[in-house]
């Protein structure tokens, strides 16, 4: 069966440090891969996807940037972390078309001081 | 407009009540309709998945779609405490990178 990892699950980050989340996948092969934002109350935000190994597609024009060096690793960075991008940080993992579904993971909660 | 809405709530119900959560959308080129289920700072969990009008069951859990309205439901009966957690409505939007497009979740609460 697949499995969605995410760490680290919360976080505590001052404004203007770096940002590196990471997610792993397993059981699956060329899944395509999300980045979801979701403030607090709020719903769901797509950031950014993937449907294959370097290709990133954007969303949202904001300082973060997504990067998918293997097959089922998505990693969201940040250079410079802003207050506002504190939130409830998701990844998910779809089997793509003709199948829509998507499956989370664990989520990592980030508060920017 | 909005592509997906939804009451936030939040909805409030005594136990063994029937729920009814509701969603309308605008896209008509919207086929695949789903329901998430999400528990405090948990990641959602797909719930349903429906394709195209009609009904679907799973067990306690109905889910409705109607395109010709542009209305999504879902359907809880004997609705327990374990229920008390915010649903997500989400039709399908785009093909190729299948992106969901996500209501902003009514928060639900059954009272034992």
């Known amino acids: 069966s697949q499995t969605i990892h995410q760490w680290p699950a919360t976080l505590v980050q001052p404004v203007g440090s770096p940002l590196s989340l990471e997610c792993t996948v397993e059981?699956?092969?060329?899944?395509?891969l999300y980045w979801y934002r979701q403030a607090a109350g709020r719903g769901l935000q797509l950031l950014f996807y993937?449907?294959?190994?370097?290709?990133i597609s954007s969303e949202v024009p904001q300082n973060l940037s997504a990067s998918r060096p293997q097959d089922r690793q998505f990693i969201l960075s940040s250079k410079k972390l802003l207050l506002s991008d504190s939130g409830f940080y998701l990844c998910a993992w779809g089997p793509g078309a003709p199948a829509y579904e998507q499956y989370f993971g664990p989520g990592t909660r980030l508060t920017v001081t | 407009q909005k592509e997906v809405e939804q009451d936030p709530g939040p909805l409030s119900v005594p136990e063994g009540a029937i729920v009814s959560l509701n969603c309308t959308y605008s896209n008509s080129a919207f086929q695949y309709f789903m329901w998430y289920r999400q528990y405090s700072r948990k990641g959602p969990e797909l719930l349903m998945y429906?394709?195209?009008?009609g009904n679907k069951e799973d067990g306690r859990f109905t889910a409705q779609v109607d395109k010709s309205s542009k209305y999504i439901s879902l359907f809880i009966r004997d609705s327990q405490p374990s229920d008390s957690a915010t649903y997500l409505c989400a039709p399908e939007g785009y093909s190729s990178a299948s992106k969901i497009i996500f209501g902003s979740g009514t928060r639900l609460s059954i009272r034992p």
């Open positions: 429906t394709y195209s009008s």
């Open positions: 993937s449907v294959g190994i370097g290709q």
């Open positions: 059981g699956t092969s060329n899944p395509n």
